[in-house]
């Protein structure tokens, strides 16, 4: 392998995405198409990871990783699976009301773990399902089944029952107790959930609920960064992996005189100032070394180190500049920050590469590291086997920064057109 | 609110209850006799009576006082005071623990003496006490009658056999804890925010049922103090209504504790099983069971409006709100006045304290005060503080407002990082162009005496810009708010005012 500090920046992305990719190969059952949550032995799939995997492959095709034939055979399968499984308000469905459960069997297919209904991970299925629509454009028998099957996961979904009566969307259900309960105040990565759900050709959001979504955002100055404020860096990625925000204003951007990509750039830079300051004193930490955002984490314990009583978490949703932080680091958060701050993000990168060898040995990127538990292994704790989320992020953000690809797709979809006009978005590509 | 006229009955008989108890209803009181007429009638000497009473009487006017239970109200008998002076404690103990993290030693052995801590907190209760009591207000020129009272006609009242007759009256009845109707919770019993103070052993493990204020309070000092705490929260986060990122700082700080947080979660039934006491816990679709020795609930207040014949006076009430009153707190009895936890939805001292000051100025002296032009902070008194004042942003929003949060983080404030309390952060919302202040919140050590400067500025008309001209002493964690005014003052430097500051600098 060629030493990282010998490499361009270009062929330096282009292993850690070939390596991000492989995630959906290696995790892949050609009978449903599902793909594993982790790479961790028993993982259930993720729906979430799916749509990921499946906005992955147009990735793999265009850069000769596999064929087009073979990316629309991962698809179609996939599509199937979700097109033809049980919607039902029973518990060991797949799906209901055309949402579909958090976690499903890798062989079933149907729930586990008890997992709720979620709109959020239905989202980015969603988002998946219609990159594939889009890229998988030729008359052929497969890729005309791949845009049918889009067309009636995507009618199914009935946006407006997610409400439950309320102005915004629930953050999910279960057949057990119903809608669930949680806060879901405040920007975060659903931009995209309202985007489709407003340009829902058959179940539409109502057009108000946008803006009483967006009457929850906190416009922030943090460190002489003024931006539209979340916490875990994840939220200024998500929804931007396939939605090109830079140049469109919603009614609230336009008020600030600013824009989402500009937003998710000062993020990362109070992301970046925040790990400079270091205020609790983590190993690592510092201006070419940051990214905290949600994700797994060494296990709750609570330890004296460095002169202080510590308590480190699991999975767990990491913030900055509020907290929680324990030292933990989530490196693919800062490679996917490529295409907002590609200088913070490549030297991070070669930062993780130099400093923690044994983590980027496989050109993958685990979930989070913490050097600060230094007992863990010569570069501290690190998360075991690998997150499909992660990998996922990685493969669009870094081909987002190469070639735009995923940017350009979404922009032929015509729902994401209409949902960002239904929104109030305007400007920019969207003239 | 007391409704005895003594401690609760578990309350212990010791030297500093029993001074308590001389200053706030001596067993030995005579009521006066009535005199013809009272320009002012107050019932309840808690926080809003005391104010009213004191003030009314200074400006010379003739005053009667009522009170069925103990001077002070549960500010002092059974809230904020002696909440305060437990929750010092607990501070100190987690300090002891922690004192590595500060270059001292860790003492070794650290053992909690429980009746000692509640010894302390009786004796700060006692002396507190000995601003307002019966004698002293008596001296004071104010007629103290202890009794139940009831309004025997739109302008007279009975206590005791006397009939008092008023120009005016003020009902400052204040408010009572409230509990959740969880079945089995009364057949086993449970200790509210009030009778959690009467506790002579710790509870070896407690739960609290819900997370406000008094909640989160109440569970993160027994923790310190050395209870196993589970606290329950049937809200997806602590401090419903506050800010979320201070919720968060709390949750956290809560588990660091060692507090065991259940959020989303109902207590659904409670029952005995031999010693213990097992309590049913829901969340979504999941239940657990926990045994624990005490719970502590009564998160909810119930004004006290029963028992005191308003009707007869025509003054309108609701058993969940309140009195209804007007912005000058004026009752359906035009005469009739209601001040403090009766009327309004805020139950705090210092709210009760305005609200009374106002009733005085409106109904002795044809004041037109208004309540709603008060601004009023609050906080809640765990570790970290967390104190707000003014408008939300959710709230300002919601009134089409644009604004823009000037934040700093106490990590960046010299004096929290020496004194080792660099957790929390000044939030100070202005209107999005211009340097008004709207509203700030603030969660550190000291929160709730550093909102004070921002609730003068608010009060004041004073913005940001000035607020940056202000000398504010270093290191003091108060600087933080010079930092958020220095952060404003910042954002006024367009580029077109750094170009013509450089061209100025190179003429």
């Not at chain 1, 009935?158 to 259900?173: F, I, K, L, P, Y």
């Not at chain 1, 108000?208 to 906190?218: E, P």
């Not at chain 1, 922009?411 to 929104?423: H, Q, S, T, V, W």
């Not at chain 2, 329950?232 to 209504?241: H, K, S, T, V």
Request: with cysteine; charged share 20%; proline share 5%.
């Amino acid at each position: 392998m060629v030493e990282p500090t010998a490499q361009s920046d270009e062929e330096l992305l282009d292993r850690f995405q070939q390596a991000a990719f492989g995630y959906f190969l290696e995790q892949f059952n050609p009978d449903n198409g599902l793909i594993a949550d982790t790479s961790r032995a028993g993982s259930p799939a993720s729906i979430a990871v799916v749509g990921f995997a499946l906005s992955c492959y147009p990735v793999g095709v265009e850069r000769g990783w596999i064929s087009r034939a073979d990316a629309a055979r991962r698809t179609l399968v996939a599509l199937r699976f979700f097109s033809n499984s049980r919607q039902s308000e029973q518990a060991d469905g797949t799906g209901y009301k055309g949402f579909y459960y958090h976690f499903l069997d890798m062989k079933t297919g149907k729930r586990v773990w008890q997992s709720e209904l979620s709109l959020i991970d239905t989202t980015l299925l969603l988002a998946g399902v219609l990159a594939a629509s889009e890229y998988f454009s030729e008359d052929t028998p497969s890729e005309n089944e791949i845009r049918q099957c889009a067309d009636a996961i995507y009618r199914r979904i009935d946006w407006q029952w997610a409400c439950d009566g309320e102005a915004t969307v629930r953050q999910g259900w279960k057949p057990e107790s119903g809608f669930l309960h949680y806060g879901w105040e405040g920007y975060s990565e659903a931009a995209i959930l309202y985007v489709l759900g407003l340009a829902s050709p058959s179940h539409p959001l109502p057009d108000d609920s946008f803006a009483a979504w967006t009457a929850t955002y906190q416009w922030e100055n943090i460190y002489d960064y003024e931006f539209l404020y979340a916490g875990p860096l994840f939220i200024h990625h998500f929804s931007h992996a396939w939605i090109d925000f830079a140049g469109i204003r919603d009614r609230f951007m336009r008020e600030k005189d600013s824009d989402y990509f500009e937003n998710s750039q000062r993020a990362i830079y109070v992301q970046r100032d925040y790990a400079r300051r270091n205020p609790y004193g983590f190993e690592g930490y510092g201006n070419e070394c940051w990214g905290i955002t949600a994700g797994d984490g060494p296990g709750f314990r609570t330890l004296r180190t460095d002169g202080r009583h510590r308590c480190f978490l699991g999975y767990a949703a990491r913030g900055v500049p509020y907290g929680p932080d324990d030292g933990t680091i989530a490196p693919c958060a800062s490679l996917a920050s490529l295409p907002f701050a590609p200088e913070l993000a490549l030297s991070a990168l070669r930062q993780f590469c130099a400093r923690y060898p044994e983590m980027t040995r496989d050109s993958r990127l685990p979930s989070g590291f913490n050097p600060t538990l230094s007992g863990e292994g010569p570069n501290g704790w690190v998360s075991e086997g690998y997150f499909g989320l992660d990998q996922g992020i990685l493969v669009l953000m870094i081909e987002n920064y190469r070639s735009g690809l995923i940017w350009k797709l979404m922009r032929r979809c015509p729902y994401i057109g209409d949902g960002l006009r239904r929104a109030g978005f305007t400007g920019g590509w969207l003239r | 609110m007391q409704h005895d006229e003594t401690l609760s009955t578990s309350a212990p008989d010791n030297r500093f209850n029993r001074a308590l108890m001389e200053n706030v209803h001596p067993p030995a009181w005579r009521n006066p006799d009535p005199a013809d007429m009272y320009n002012l009638v107050i019932i309840g000497a808690g926080p809003a009576g005391l104010v009213a009473a004191r003030s009314a009487a200074a400006l010379g006017a003739k005053v009667a006082l009522i009170e069925r239970g103990l001077i002070g109200g549960d500010c002092l008998n059974s809230g904020c005071v002696p909440s305060k002076a437990i929750i010092r404690t607990s501070r100190l103990y987690a300090e002891m623990r922690t004192a590595d993290d500060f270059g001292a030693q860790t003492p070794e052995g650290i053992r909690v003496d429980f009746p000692c801590v509640m010894e302390r907190m009786r004796r700060v209760r006692s002396r507190i006490s000995r601003a307002d009591t019966a004698q002293r207000l008596s001296e004071n020129g104010v007629a103290v009658f202890f009794g139940e009272a009831r309004f025997v006609g739109p302008r007279a009242i009975m206590v005791e056999g006397d009939t008092l007759r008023f120009k005016k009256a003020l009902i400052a009845t204040g408010s009572r804890p409230t509990t959740p109707r969880i079945p089995g919770l009364a057949e086993t019993g449970y200790l509210t925010n009030e009778s959690v103070f009467d506790l002579t052993a710790l509870p070896r493990r407690l739960l609290v049922i819900g997370g406000g204020p008094l909640g989160c309070e109440l569970a993160q000092s027994f923790r310190r103090l050395g209870s196993q705490v589970i606290i329950a929260q049937d809200e997806p986060m602590f401090l419903p209504g506050e800010e979320r990122d201070a919720a968060q700082i709390l949750s956290d700080a809560l588990a660091r504790d060692g507090v065991e947080i259940h959020l989303n979660t109902t207590a659904v039934a409670v029952r005995r099983e031999g010693a213990n006491t097992v309590v049913d816990l829901v969340s979504e679709d999941n239940m657990i069971s926990v045994s624990v020795d005490e719970i502590v609930t009564g998160i909810g207040r119930a004004p006290n409006v029963e028992n005191i014949d308003m009707e007869v006076a025509g003054v309108q009430y609701d058993t969940d709100s309140g009195i209804l009153v007007n912005d000058y707190l004026q009752t359906t009895n035009r005469r009739i006045y209601a001040a403090g936890d009766v009327c309004l939805t805020h139950k705090f001292t210092h709210t009760a304290d305005a609200s009374a000051r106002i009733v005085v100025q409106n109904a002795l002296f044809l004041g037109r005060q208004r309540f709603s032009a008060l601004t009023i902070p609050w906080c809640t008194y765990t570790h970290p503080e967390i104190a707000h004042v003014g408008l939300y942003i959710r709230e300002a929003r919601e009134k089409g407002i644009p604004v823009k949060t000037f934040t700093v983080l106490m990590h960046d404030v010299d004096r929290a990082i020496t004194d080792g309390e660099d957790e929390g952060f000044v939030k100070i919302h202005v209107r999005d162009g211009t340097d008004r202040i709207l509203g700030a919140t603030i969660v550190a050590k000291h929160a709730g005496e550093m909102i004070n400067g921002l609730s003068l500025a608010i009060t004041s008309g004073i913005g940001l810009r000035a607020l940056a001209q202000v000398i504010h002493a270093y290191p003091t964690q108060a600087e933080a708010i010079k930092m958020a005014a220095d952060a404003y003052c910042r954002t006024r430097l367009t580029p077109a005012r750094k170009s013509l500051a450089r061209l100025w600098l190179a003429r």
